[in-house]
């Protein structure tokens, strides 16, 4: 009868294939094989810690490179990723993120109706290296009604405002709404369109002022196609800033969350930031919905 040979004879055989396979792929590799390309396994240790040193400098050098693309692509504002940007971009619209592995911008596609005003968030934000080059190209684009930098010579460093959605309640009630219609199909129909939720901006000192110190600020629509930020002031009238006043050099996008109701229509129900998961039983994608309700059914 005979007898099998054992499990680590197998093993090595294949390392051994492994490695030849290895060294016609990868040239540079095929110094190291060394005895075994006449068979030896002696070296087998050894070879398979260069193998794992060759393939670990590869992937090392594969990391630092895109480190480095998304270094060009994005800032860090109060350690969260946004990325760059030379449009002039309004809290509230509806686009898709576009662009190489070295340059991205956002391509504006729809702008929702909001009747009713959605509080936002903001903070002052002194500026790093990379997000005052990134306003400073920005600049150059956008051009902004009002003169930006400040003159007075006490000021030690310059600073931006970083103003996000908070009431992402108000929001989600917005788009599912019955004036919002079209661009709630559209979401549905184009699952990589995303929300800007966040942008990083520069005002005019006078500006900065008035937002970074109002009780409450709102975005807001004016005529058909525009938003605003309004601040609202105890005993104060209240005040309008446009985007154009001001230079938006960053942004953060957030998607949909979709979810199936009771009488079978589709729902947002939450919104979250766009390298994020939606929660649980909710998906950004309508398909893959689909495909889960789908599932469920056919397992009953």
Request: aromatic fraction near 10%.
């Amino acid at each position: 009868m005979r007898h099998k040979p054992p499990i680590v004879v197998h093993s090595i055989a294949i390392a051994i294939a492994f490695f030849k396979s290895a060294s016609t792929a990868f040239p540079k590799f095929k110094n190291t094989l060394g005895p075994l390309s006449n068979g030896s396994l002696a070296s087998v240790p050894n070879l398979i810690l260069n193998f794992n040193t060759y393939f670990m400098n590869k992937f090392t050098c594969l990391a630092v490179l895109m480190a480095c693309l998304t270094a060009c692509k994005t800032i860090i504002v109060q350690h969260e990723q946004q990325t760059k940007t030379t449009q002039n971009l309004q809290l509230g619209s509806i686009g898709e993120q576009r662009g190489s592995l070295i340059f991205a911008d956002y391509n504006h596609t729809a702008l929702p109706t909001y009747k009713q005003p959605l509080k936002l968030k903001v903070t002052v934000v002194p500026y790093s290296k990379a997000s005052y080059k990134a306003f400073e190209t920005a600049t150059h684009a956008q051009q902004p009604s009002q003169q930006l930098q400040s003159t007075d010579s006490v000021q030690q460093r310059p600073q931006y405002l970083k103003i996000e959605i908070a009431d992402r309640v108000g929001l989600i009630h917005s788009l599912n709404s019955s004036h919002n219609s079209s661009v709630f199909q559209f979401l549905k129909q184009k699952p990589t369109a995303h929300i800007v939720s966040t942008i990083a901006v520069a005002f005019s000192p006078a500006v900065m002022a008035q937002l970074s110190s109002a009780q409450e600020v709102f975005l807001e629509q004016t005529g058909q196609h525009n938003y605003i930020l309004k601040t609202y002031n105890p005993g104060n009238e209240s005040q309008s800033v446009f985007f154009n006043q001001g230079v938006v050099f960053g942004y953060k996008a957030s998607k949909v969350c979709w979810t199936l109701t009771t009488k079978r229509r589709y729902t947002i129900v939450d919104i979250v930031e766009s390298d994020e998961n939606c929660p649980y039983c909710t998906h950004s994608r309508i398909k893959a919905l689909k495909s889960r309700t789908n599932s469920y059914k056919r397992s009953l």
